[in-house]
């Protein structure tokens, strides 16, 4: 089966750096993904980790170890317009049906001043 | 431009009918999917497609039923079987079903019953 877990909210200051995390229990492992999707709109790609390790773009880095079933989004100098929903994303690769992915819930991150 | 557009925007249904929701992309992508969002729940499966003329269910396809007769539409139709169709739908494509490819959404659709 697939099961995977973040926090439900949080809550940063403008300019600060947060830290969401995911955890993941999927039959197969074909990569991870993180999106970003602010309030009734379309989710947008922001990270896409396979490897274990760092990924960097930006203000946003994304980090995997498959050993642990772990990784974290890291979003740094934050914006007002960082204030959405962060949905963590694994595609379970061919053992576990191509590349349809199975989705936490979210995290809804709210940006204060 | 490349994208994926969905339509309508806002669907309202009453109940016993059967509603089309429309999907169509033109990034030449092989693979699309149906999601559904209901507030404090992620996205949940309902069908994927890897090329034309084959679709698989997902994880809550009951009461669903789609088609894939060209490459560049997926349509998804809501029948009365399905008891509790209000939520925001999700069309997305992905280049190939094999592969850790991103996934490309469209703007969705919120269906409401009434």
């Known amino acids: 089966g697939q099961n995977i877990d973040q926090p439900t909210e949080m809550t940063a200051t403008e300019g600060a750096i947060v830290q969401i995390n995911c955890t993941y229990q999927?039959?197969?492992?074909?990569?991870l993904f993180w999106y970003q999707q602010h309030a009734g709109e379309a989710p947008t790609f922001l990270s896409y980790?396979?490897?274990?390790g760092l990924e960097e773009k930006g203000r946003f880095s994304s980090f995997l170890s498959r050993s642990k079933g772990y990784s974290y989004l890291l979003l740094k100098e934050l914006q007002m317009k960082d204030s959405a929903s962060y949905l963590c994303?694994?595609?379970?690769?061919?053992?576990?049906?191509?590349?349809?992915?199975?989705f936490g819930t979210g995290t809804q991150l709210k940006v204060e001043l | 431009d490349g994208g994926i557009t969905q339509s309508p925007k806002y669907l309202f249904r009453k109940e016993g009918q059967n509603v089309t929701l429309s999907c169509e992309q033109n990034?030449?992508?092989?693979?699309m999917y149906w999601y559904r969002q209901d507030p404090g729940q992620g996205l949940r499966l309902i069908y994927y497609?890897?090329?034309?003329?084959?679709?698989q269910k997902g994880d809550i396809a009951e009461g669903y039923s789609v088609s894939r007769e060209k490459k560049e539409s997926f349509p998804l139709t809501v029948t009365s079987a399905q008891k509790n169709p209000t939520a925001f739908y999700l069309c997305?494509?992905?280049?190939?079903?094999?592969?850790?490819?991103?996934?490309?959404f469209g703007q969705g659709t919120r269906l409401t019953v009434v």
């Open positions: 997305a494509s992905s280049i190939d079903n094999t592969r850790g490819g991103e996934a490309f």
């Open positions: 999927t039959s197969g492992f074909n990569g």
């Open positions: 980790n396979v490897l274990d």
């Open positions: 994303a694994v595609s379970p690769g061919l053992t576990g049906g191509g590349n349809k992915l199975t």
């Open positions: 990034l030449n992508h092989d693979a």
């Open positions: 497609s890897q090329i034309v003329n084959d679709f």
